[in-house]
Nanobody
Framework: QVQLVESGGGSVQAGGSLRLSCAASGFTGSLYYWGWFRQVPGKEREGVAILYSSAGITYYADSVKGRFTISQNNTKNMLCLQMNSLSTEDTAIYYC??????????????????WGQGTQVTVSS
């Protein structure tokens, strides 16, 4: 079993930066897709950044491209999301997630096997 625990959320003014971390414990060797998702109450969960760790390939939602950077350490026990130039529209609960298996497509949120509990990010104007 894999456990994911996010940290680093908080409150920041628009234009500021935050760095989210996701500590993974358990056997992570078979997990290849690592993602950051966010959700605003009343709205669908949105995938903002995904890392295919085997090849170092990344995906970013258009809304965060150029501002957010996903990264992971070599042992796959720490996933990070560097968020710069934050705006009020980035306010949400942020979750990290991990999925195993190989695919020809970026996995949807329903294909992720493990999820963290979420961390709140609030951006004020």
């Amino acid at each position: 079993q894999v456990q994911l625990v996010e940290s680093g959320g908080g409150s920041v003014q628009a234009g500021g930066s935050l760095r989210l971390s996701c500590a993974a414990s358990g056997f992570t060797g078979s997990l290849y897709y690592w993602g950051w998702f966010r959700q605003v109450p009343g709205k669908e969960r949105e995938g903002v950044a995904i890392l295919y760790s085997s090849a170092g390939i990344t995906y970013y939602a258009d809304s965060v491209k150029g501002r957010f950077t996903i990264s992971q350490n070599n042992t796959k026990n720490m996933l990070c999301l560097q968020m710069n130039s934050l705006s009020t529209e980035d306010t949400a609960i942020y979750y990290c997630a991990a999925a195993g298996g190989s695919r020809s497509h970026w996995p949807s949120e329903y294909e992720y096997n493990f999820w963290g509990q979420g961390t709140q990010v609030t951006v004020s104007s």
